[in-house]
């Protein structure tokens, strides 16, 4: 049973610009939520997807949107990047909406210039 | 809207003391989770609580709900070097894994 994954792990961009963040949920989950963990702070909810729908949605604009995929796998797409979006973003996954334990990835660390 | 605050924000400890942290959360939660991080790395799992009273212990550390104070600890005992790390908890607000967390504990234990 392999665990979360994401990629990349590092990433570089210049203001302005759009990223896509990738993440793989552990083998028969179907919820993936993504969270955003600014330096020295406890990571923030973005949203949340649930075979397929975006199921939650924390206070974070529109240029952050996502997708998830039909083998639950997860994408979080940020447009017109700003400086304060560098971050190391989480995503984590577990077995259903009401199941307890969720399970992060390692993250992947953005810096914005 | 869910919030939640632990305290202390930074502590410093020698090795067999032992202290307590505290998240105290402003609204009715679901559950209750703690997470430790190691620096540049991801969140682990640590306790889920899910009702009044609860209490979990894994080794050194015990972490305990009372919903009516809207407080939940977390125990270290005789703490070791090892227990160094960032501590979070985090509430849940209506069941559904959407999770909000503390601004975390930075515990650090000296030899």
């Known amino acids: 049973e392999t665990g979360v994954t994401q990629s990349p792990t590092h990433l570089i961009k210049t203001r302005g610009q759009q990223v896509t963040l990738r993440c793989s949920s552990q083998s028969g989950h179907n919820t993936v939520s993504w969270y955003q963990q600014a330096l020295g702070q406890g990571p923030q909810f973005i949203f949340q997807y649930y075979r397929e729908e975006e199921n939650g949605r924390g206070n974070f604009p529109p240029r952050f949107s996502g997708l998830q995929f039909p083998n639950y796998s997860s994408e979080l797409n940020v447009n017109a990047l700003e400086l304060d979006d560098s971050a190391l973003y989480l995503c984590?996954?577990?077995?259903?909406?009401?199941?307890?334990?969720?399970?992060f990835g390692p993250g992947t660390r953005l810096l914005v210039l | 809207e869910l919030k939640v605050e632990q305290n202390p924000l930074f502590l410093s400890m020698q090795e067999g003391k032992n202290y307590t942290i505290y998240c105290n959360y402003s609204?009715?939660?679901?559950?209750l989770y703690w997470y430790r991080q190691d620096p540049g790395k991801s969140l682990e799992s640590l306790f889920v609580l899910l009702s009044n009273g609860a209490v979990k212990q894994e080794g050194r550390l015990m972490a305990s709900l009372d919903t009516k104070a809207r407080l939940s600890t977390l125990h270290i005992t005789a703490a070791v070097h090892d227990l160094s790390a960032t501590y979070f908890c985090?509430?849940?607000?209506?069941?559904?894994?959407?999770?909000?967390f503390g601004g975390g504990t930075r515990l650090m234990v000296k030899p």
């Open positions: 984590a996954s577990s077995s259903g909406l009401a199941v307890g334990t969720q399970y």
């Open positions: 985090a509430a849940e607000l209506n069941a559904g894994n959407m999770l909000t």
């Open positions: 609204t009715t939660s679901d559950r």
